[in-house]
């Protein structure tokens, strides 16, 4: 079974402070994607890496980064927490164009 | 515009009834898959279908991929409280990227 782990389930942060959000999967998956849930909006992609060091914007990568050193490592970045970051982040891995695997979440919360 | 609507948003029923949600756009697509998320997890893949008018069945779970391969429908047979969750399709577009729909909330009562 492909096992994805987030470092986390619930995290509280102040506003500026650096947020880093881990994720590992063990199944030598190539691509490795980082989505934000809220309410009404679905799932929205922040970033997507399709091999290590190499990494693509997703439809809201504004106030984020990431880091992708190892193949079964990426981790999310925000760089100075905002209180519109507070959300559900899932990590997610796929082989190709196959089925995504998902991480259980980190609920974020920033005040 | 939303590349996938999913109809209908929320659905509360009681444990017993069947129901069906349904996947649209006006692309077409080589392949839709379909996930369930439960409260507090991530989602975890049901299915996927690749060719058009196809049909397969997880149990009581029922999934059919349109003849132009531009919807999809869940059906679920004698819903049970289990079966409670959000369950989200998603589509390929052109990289290994997916985009999801919305999703729709079931909500099955004992």
């Known amino acids: 079974d492909v096992k994805v782990t987030q470092s986390s389930r619930y995290l509280v942060k102040r506003t500026g402070e650096k947020v880093f959000l881990e994720c590992v999967q063990d199944?030598?998956?190539?691509?490795m994607f980082w989505y934000r849930q809220d309410p009404g909006l679905g799932l929205r992609l922040i970033y997507f890496?399709?091999?290590?060091?190499?990494?693509e914007k997703g439809d809201i990568p504004e106030g984020y980064s990431v880091s992708r050193e190892k193949k079964e490592r990426f981790s999310l970045i925000l760089e100075s927490a905002s209180t519109n970051q507070t959300s559900m982040y899932l990590c997610a891995s796929s082989l190709g164009q196959g089925a995504q695997y998902f991480g259980p979440g980190t609920r974020l919360t920033v005040l | 515009t939303q590349l996938l609507e999913q109809s209908p948003q929320f659905l509360s029923i009681q444990e017993g009834e069947n129901l069906t949600v349904y996947c649209n756009s006006s692309s077409v697509f080589s392949s839709l898959q379909w996930y369930r998320q439960e409260p507090g997890e991530g989602p975890v893949l049901l299915v996927t279908?690749?060719?058009?008018?196809e049909v397969k069945k997880l149990k009581r779970l029922t999934f059919q991929f349109g003849d132009a391969r531009k919807d999809s429908s869940l059906h679920i047979t004698a819903a049970q409280p289990g079966d409670t969750g959000l369950y989200l399709c998603?589509?390929?577009?052109?990289?290994?990227?997916?985009?999801f729909g919305t999703g729709t909330r079931l909500q099955v009562f004992p």
């Open positions: 998603a589509v390929g577009h052109n990289t290994d990227k997916l985009i």
């Open positions: 199944m030598d998956h190539e691509n």
């Open positions: 890496s399709y091999d290590v060091k190499m990494k």
């Open positions: 279908v690749v060719t058009g008018g």
